[in-house]
């Protein structure tokens, strides 16, 4: 499995480098891997996962769009 070696940050915007190392055996699911951001220093610790899994959680926000979304359907 392939790990990238930056993403964005969801903070400021900037790139966030990997701060790990890949495993000899390489990366698997469960895996944890540190990145650092270039712009405001933020340290992200992600955990990989399968990239056909559907997320474990509901954010407010999400929670929140479906409500709206539900109302203006319900107005029309």
């Known amino acids: 499995m392939e790990v990238p070696k930056t993403i964005t940050c969801v903070d ?11 495993p000899e055996e390489g990366w698997e ?5 540190a990145y650092r951001c270039s712009g405001c220093n933020d340290r992200w610790d992600l955990e990989v996962c399968d990239e056909d899994a ?3 959680f509901v954010s407010y926000a999400s929670e929140f769009r479906a409500i709206l979304e539900e109302r203006g359907k319900s107005q029309v």
Do not use: E, N
């Open 29 to 33: 699911i469960g895996d944890y891997v």
């Open 54 to 56: 559907a997320p474990t």
């Open 12 to 22: 400021c915007g900037q790139l966030a480098h990997r701060l790990s190392y890949p």
